[in-house]
Protein backbone atom coordinates (compact mmCIF):
# COMPACT_ATOMS: atom_id res chain seq x y z
CA UNK A 1 0.00 0.00 0.00
CA UNK A 2 1.39 3.30 -0.57
CA UNK A 3 2.08 6.66 1.28
CA UNK A 4 -1.06 8.13 -0.01
CA UNK A 5 -3.48 4.64 0.10
CA UNK A 6 -2.35 4.80 3.57
CA UNK A 7 -3.35 8.17 4.55
CA UNK A 8 -6.79 7.84 2.71
CA UNK A 9 -9.83 7.14 5.14
CA UNK A 10 -11.25 3.86 4.86
CA UNK A 11 -14.75 5.50 3.65
CA UNK A 12 -13.28 7.71 1.27
CA UNK A 13 -11.18 4.18 -0.16
CA UNK A 14 -14.35 2.15 0.02
CA UNK A 15 -15.91 5.33 -2.25
CA UNK A 16 -13.26 4.78 -4.99
CA UNK A 17 -13.23 1.33 -5.07
CA UNK A 18 -17.16 1.23 -5.45
CA UNK A 19 -16.81 3.87 -8.09
CA UNK A 20 -13.83 1.96 -10.01
CA UNK A 21 -16.51 -1.25 -9.59
CA UNK A 22 -19.17 0.81 -11.55
CA UNK A 23 -17.07 3.38 -13.07
CA UNK A 24 -20.59 3.43 -15.59
CA UNK A 25 -23.16 4.06 -13.06
CA UNK A 26 -21.30 6.13 -10.61
CA UNK A 27 -20.58 8.47 -14.36
CA UNK A 28 -24.65 8.11 -14.98
CA UNK A 29 -25.58 9.11 -11.21
CA UNK A 30 -23.10 12.11 -11.48
CA UNK A 31 -23.84 13.55 -14.89
CA UNK A 32 -27.14 14.07 -13.68
CA UNK A 33 -26.95 15.13 -10.68
CA UNK A 34 -24.27 17.91 -11.85
CA UNK A 35 -26.73 18.95 -14.47
CA UNK A 36 -29.73 18.59 -12.72
CA UNK A 37 -28.39 21.05 -10.04
CA UNK A 38 -28.53 23.54 -12.28
CA UNK A 39 -31.08 23.20 -14.42
CA UNK A 40 -34.42 21.48 -11.60
CA UNK A 41 -33.80 25.43 -9.66
CA UNK A 42 -34.05 27.20 -12.83
CA UNK A 43 -36.87 25.14 -13.59
CA UNK A 44 -38.81 26.03 -10.74
CA UNK A 45 -37.99 29.68 -10.88
CA UNK A 46 -39.31 30.03 -14.33
CA UNK A 47 -37.13 28.41 -16.51
CA UNK A 48 -36.03 31.67 -18.00
CA UNK A 49 -32.31 31.67 -16.96
CA UNK A 50 -29.58 29.97 -19.47
CA UNK A 51 -29.42 26.23 -19.35
CA UNK A 52 -26.28 26.51 -20.96
CA UNK A 53 -23.81 25.56 -17.53
CA UNK A 54 -25.91 22.70 -17.07
CA UNK A 55 -24.78 21.11 -20.50
CA UNK A 56 -21.29 20.91 -18.69
CA UNK A 57 -22.10 18.00 -16.59
CA UNK A 58 -21.39 15.33 -18.44
CA UNK A 59 -17.97 16.43 -18.85
CA UNK A 60 -17.29 16.93 -15.51
CA UNK A 61 -18.47 13.53 -14.24
CA UNK A 62 -16.70 11.62 -16.91
CA UNK A 63 -13.52 13.88 -16.09
CA UNK A 64 -14.10 12.88 -11.95
CA UNK A 65 -14.61 9.42 -12.38
CA UNK A 66 -11.73 8.72 -15.00
CA UNK A 67 -9.54 10.85 -12.74
CA UNK A 68 -10.57 8.99 -9.33
CA UNK A 69 -10.23 5.15 -11.20
CA UNK A 70 -7.62 5.76 -13.93
CA UNK A 71 -5.66 8.71 -13.18
CA UNK A 72 -3.59 10.57 -15.50
CA UNK A 73 -3.68 7.67 -17.65
CA UNK A 74 -7.06 7.45 -18.09
CA UNK A 75 -7.59 11.08 -18.47
CA UNK A 76 -5.46 10.89 -21.63
CA UNK A 77 -7.47 8.03 -22.78
CA UNK A 78 -10.60 9.96 -22.47
CA UNK A 79 -9.27 12.50 -24.13
CA UNK A 80 -8.42 10.25 -27.13
CA UNK A 81 -7.02 10.87 -30.15
CA UNK A 82 -6.94 14.01 -32.75
CA UNK A 83 -8.35 12.26 -35.33
CA UNK A 84 -7.97 11.98 -39.45
CA UNK A 85 -9.04 15.17 -41.04
CA UNK A 86 -11.22 13.53 -43.43
CA UNK A 87 -13.18 12.74 -40.24
CA UNK A 88 -13.74 16.49 -39.57
CA UNK A 89 -14.92 16.66 -42.89
CA UNK A 90 -17.56 14.53 -41.95
CA UNK A 91 -18.47 16.08 -38.39
CA UNK A 92 -19.11 19.17 -39.88
CA UNK A 93 -21.65 17.85 -43.13
CA UNK A 94 -24.67 19.03 -41.19
CA UNK A 95 -24.21 22.80 -41.52
CA UNK A 96 -23.13 22.62 -45.28
CA UNK A 97 -26.70 20.46 -45.98
CA UNK A 98 -28.27 23.34 -43.21
CA UNK A 99 -26.95 26.05 -45.40
CA UNK A 100 -28.18 24.94 -48.61
CA UNK A 101 -31.34 23.72 -47.43
CA UNK A 102 -31.69 27.58 -45.83
CA UNK A 103 -30.13 29.20 -49.09
CA UNK A 104 -32.60 27.11 -51.78
CA UNK A 105 -36.11 28.10 -48.94
CA UNK A 106 -34.43 31.74 -49.05
CA UNK A 107 -34.63 31.88 -52.37
CA UNK A 108 -38.28 29.93 -53.12
CA UNK A 109 -39.87 31.15 -50.09
CA UNK A 110 -39.31 32.75 -46.47
CA UNK A 111 -35.79 30.77 -45.64
CA UNK A 112 -33.85 31.65 -42.83
CA UNK A 113 -31.05 34.21 -43.05
CA UNK A 114 -27.69 33.10 -41.95
CA UNK A 115 -27.47 35.32 -38.87
CA UNK A 116 -30.43 32.88 -37.59
CA UNK A 117 -28.37 30.19 -37.28
CA UNK A 118 -26.47 31.98 -33.99
CA UNK A 119 -29.66 32.75 -32.58
CA UNK A 120 -30.36 29.93 -29.83
CA UNK A 121 -31.99 30.10 -26.54
CA UNK A 122 -30.06 30.43 -23.68
CA UNK A 123 -26.67 31.68 -25.61
CA UNK A 124 -26.64 35.64 -26.22
CA UNK A 125 -27.11 37.68 -29.23
CA UNK A 126 -23.25 37.09 -30.12
CA UNK A 127 -21.55 36.71 -33.93
CA UNK A 128 -22.09 33.13 -35.16
CA UNK A 129 -18.37 32.27 -34.87
CA UNK A 130 -18.61 33.11 -31.24
CA UNK A 131 -21.62 30.86 -30.70
CA UNK A 132 -20.44 28.21 -32.36
CA UNK A 133 -17.17 28.17 -30.11
CA UNK A 134 -19.56 28.19 -27.31
CA UNK A 135 -21.46 25.40 -28.53
CA UNK A 136 -18.60 22.97 -29.27
CA UNK A 137 -16.95 23.79 -25.84
CA UNK A 138 -20.03 23.76 -23.72
CA UNK A 139 -22.50 21.53 -25.50
CA UNK A 140 -20.26 19.29 -27.70
CA UNK A 141 -17.51 18.81 -25.13
CA UNK A 142 -19.80 19.09 -22.30
CA UNK A 143 -22.12 16.13 -23.71
CA UNK A 144 -19.71 14.07 -25.67
CA UNK A 145 -16.27 13.46 -23.42
CA UNK A 146 -19.18 11.73 -20.90
CA UNK A 147 -21.72 10.45 -23.45
CA UNK A 148 -18.93 9.06 -25.68
CA UNK A 149 -15.79 9.03 -24.30
CA UNK A 150 -16.42 7.46 -20.87
CA UNK A 151 -20.40 6.10 -21.23
CA UNK A 152 -19.97 4.43 -25.00
CA UNK A 153 -16.57 2.76 -24.45
CA UNK A 154 -17.73 0.81 -21.80
CA UNK A 155 -21.42 -0.10 -23.03
CA UNK A 156 -19.76 -1.54 -26.27
CA UNK A 157 -17.32 -3.71 -24.39
CA UNK A 158 -20.70 -5.62 -23.59
CA UNK A 159 -22.84 -4.86 -25.99
CA UNK A 160 -22.82 -4.22 -30.17
CA UNK A 161 -22.93 -1.43 -31.79
CA UNK A 162 -27.12 -0.92 -32.05
CA UNK A 163 -28.26 -2.07 -28.38
CA UNK A 164 -25.29 0.20 -27.00
CA UNK A 165 -26.85 3.08 -28.83
CA UNK A 166 -30.55 1.89 -27.53
CA UNK A 167 -29.23 1.38 -23.65
CA UNK A 168 -27.58 4.98 -24.05
CA UNK A 169 -30.31 6.66 -25.71
CA UNK A 170 -32.26 5.91 -22.28
CA UNK A 171 -30.23 8.06 -19.73
CA UNK A 172 -29.63 9.98 -22.22
CA UNK A 173 -33.00 11.20 -23.05
CA UNK A 174 -33.68 11.03 -19.28
CA UNK A 175 -30.93 13.43 -18.70
CA UNK A 176 -32.36 15.96 -20.94
CA UNK A 177 -35.81 15.90 -19.19
CA UNK A 178 -35.44 19.27 -17.36
CA UNK A 179 -35.08 21.01 -20.47
CA UNK A 180 -38.65 21.15 -20.93
CA UNK A 181 -39.36 22.99 -18.87
CA UNK A 182 -36.67 25.53 -19.41
CA UNK A 183 -36.36 28.08 -22.56
CA UNK A 184 -33.92 25.29 -23.70
CA UNK A 185 -35.78 24.89 -27.90
CA UNK A 186 -37.20 21.78 -25.71
CA UNK A 187 -40.10 23.59 -23.74
CA UNK A 188 -41.97 24.38 -27.19
CA UNK A 189 -41.85 20.68 -28.09
CA UNK A 190 -45.29 19.39 -29.02
CA UNK A 191 -45.88 16.16 -27.04
CA UNK A 192 -47.14 14.90 -30.55
CA UNK A 193 -43.77 15.16 -31.92
CA UNK A 194 -42.02 14.11 -28.74
CA UNK A 195 -41.39 10.06 -30.58
CA UNK A 196 -39.48 11.74 -33.45
CA UNK A 197 -37.12 13.96 -30.64
CA UNK A 198 -36.18 10.35 -28.90
CA UNK A 199 -36.04 8.82 -33.07
CA UNK A 200 -33.42 11.25 -33.20
CA UNK A 201 -32.11 10.93 -30.13
CA UNK A 202 -31.72 7.33 -31.01
CA UNK A 203 -30.15 7.80 -34.57
CA UNK A 204 -27.70 10.62 -33.03
CA UNK A 205 -26.86 7.89 -30.33
CA UNK A 206 -25.63 5.26 -33.28
CA UNK A 207 -24.12 7.73 -35.81
CA UNK A 208 -21.71 9.09 -32.99
CA UNK A 209 -21.36 6.10 -31.46
CA UNK A 210 -20.18 4.51 -35.24
CA UNK A 211 -18.15 8.49 -35.63
CA UNK A 212 -16.29 7.99 -32.41
CA UNK A 213 -15.31 4.63 -33.06
CA UNK A 214 -14.06 5.58 -36.74
CA UNK A 215 -12.55 8.63 -35.59
CA UNK A 216 -11.25 7.51 -32.22
CA UNK A 217 -11.44 11.34 -31.49
CA UNK A 218 -13.94 12.60 -29.06
CA UNK A 219 -13.22 16.35 -30.65
CA UNK A 220 -14.75 14.74 -34.37
CA UNK A 221 -17.71 13.55 -32.28
CA UNK A 222 -18.14 16.98 -30.37
CA UNK A 223 -17.73 19.04 -33.72
CA UNK A 224 -20.61 16.59 -34.99
CA UNK A 225 -22.48 16.99 -32.02
CA UNK A 226 -22.81 20.79 -32.23
CA UNK A 227 -23.03 20.83 -36.17
CA UNK A 228 -26.14 19.28 -35.94
CA UNK A 229 -27.44 21.69 -32.97
CA UNK A 230 -26.26 24.39 -34.80
CA UNK A 231 -28.86 23.27 -38.24
CA UNK A 232 -31.51 22.08 -36.06
CA UNK A 233 -31.63 23.76 -32.65
CA UNK A 234 -31.14 27.30 -33.52
CA UNK A 235 -33.70 29.59 -35.36
CA UNK A 236 -31.95 29.06 -38.66
CA UNK A 237 -32.62 25.36 -38.22
CA UNK A 238 -36.69 25.56 -37.56
CA UNK A 239 -38.77 23.86 -39.58
CA UNK A 240 -37.64 22.51 -42.99
CA UNK A 241 -33.71 22.93 -42.55
CA UNK A 242 -34.51 20.83 -39.41
CA UNK A 243 -36.60 18.01 -40.94
CA UNK A 244 -33.88 17.54 -43.87
CA UNK A 245 -31.23 17.39 -41.03
CA UNK A 246 -33.10 14.84 -38.70
CA UNK A 247 -34.33 12.83 -41.92
CA UNK A 248 -30.11 12.71 -43.02
CA UNK A 249 -29.21 11.69 -38.96
CA UNK A 250 -31.99 9.10 -39.45
CA UNK A 251 -30.18 7.59 -42.67
CA UNK A 252 -27.37 7.92 -41.71
CA UNK A 253 -28.14 5.61 -38.68
CA UNK A 254 -29.97 3.02 -40.63
CA UNK A 255 -26.40 2.65 -42.88
CA UNK A 256 -24.41 2.29 -40.41
CA UNK A 257 -26.95 -0.64 -38.69
CA UNK A 258 -26.85 -1.87 -41.85
CA UNK A 259 -22.82 -1.89 -42.25
CA UNK A 260 -22.88 -3.26 -38.98
CA UNK A 261 -25.47 -6.21 -39.30
CA UNK A 262 -23.21 -7.17 -42.55
CA UNK A 263 -20.13 -7.24 -41.33
CA UNK A 264 -20.96 -9.46 -38.54
CA UNK A 265 -22.88 -11.60 -40.98
CA UNK A 266 -18.84 -11.80 -42.59
CA UNK A 267 -17.46 -12.43 -39.17
CA UNK A 268 -19.92 -15.59 -38.62
CA UNK A 269 -19.07 -16.95 -42.16
CA UNK A 270 -15.76 -16.25 -41.68
CA UNK A 271 -16.10 -18.37 -38.52
CA UNK A 272 -18.01 -21.43 -40.01
CA UNK A 273 -15.21 -21.46 -42.43
CA UNK A 274 -11.98 -21.58 -40.12
CA UNK A 275 -13.90 -24.03 -37.83
Excluded at 104 to 126: E, K, L, Q
Excluded at 232 to 245: D, H, I, W
Aim: aromatic share 6%; hydrophobic share 55%; net charge positive.
Amino acid sequence: MGAAEAGTSPALSGLRALVRDRQLTAYLLLAVALSWAWWVPVAVTGGTVSHVPGLLGPMLAAVAVTAATGGRAGLRRLRGRLGAPRWWLVALLPLPVAATVAAVAHVTGDGPAPGDFAVMPGIPAWSWPAVLLVLLVVNGLGEEVGWRGLAWTRLRRRLGLRDAALVLTVPWALWHLPLFWIDSGLADLSPLVLPGWLLGLACGSVVLGWLYERSGSVGVVALAHTAVNVASGTRGGEGLVAAVVSAGVIAAAMAVLAADRRAAARRVRDAVVRA
